[in-house]
């Protein structure tokens, strides 16, 4: 069992950075594949970012390919997404997320344990 927690998220201009944390609790957070999706207001829950249970292969979604980093510090059970170069369409709820499966997980359906959720804001 994996309980996720996410913080960081806030309300950032336009141009800004922000950097999502995602704490895990449990031993067994070194094995899991970890994602980042997100959802906006009306629209279906997508994915951002995805790192592999070891740090060393990441994937990301065209849109924040360049501008978001995805890492992780396995002894500190935590997973971060460091976002640069906001845009108003960045905003939305941001999950976390942990996948038992090898590799990077782009699909929601890989993924066992999600977060409940940080709100990102960016204004024009």
């Known amino acids: 069992q994996v309980q996720l927690v996410e913080s960081g998220g806030g309300l950032v201009q336009a141009g800004g950075s922000l950097r999502l944390s995602c704490a895990a609790s449990?031993?067994?957070?070194?094995?899991?594949?970890m994602g980042w999706f997100r959802q906006a207001a009306g629209k279906e829950r997508e994915f951002v970012a995805a790192?592999?249970?070891?740090?060393?292969?990441?994937y990301y979604a065209d849109s924040v390919q360049g501008r978001f980093t995805i890492s992780r510090d396995n002894a500190k059970n935590t997973v971060y997404l460091q976002m640069n170069s906001l845009k108003p369409e960045d905003t939305a709820v941001y999950f976390c997320?942990?996948?038992?499966?090898?590799?990077?997980?782009?699909?929601?359906?890989?993924?066992?344990?999600w977060g409940q959720g940080t709100q990102v804001t960016v204004s024009s």
């Open positions: 997320a942990a996948s038992n499966l090898y590799g990077t997980r782009w699909s929601e359906y890989d993924y066992r344990y």
């Open positions: 449990g031993r067994t957070f070194s094995t899991y594949a």
């Open positions: 790192i592999s249970w070891n740090g060393i292969s990441t």
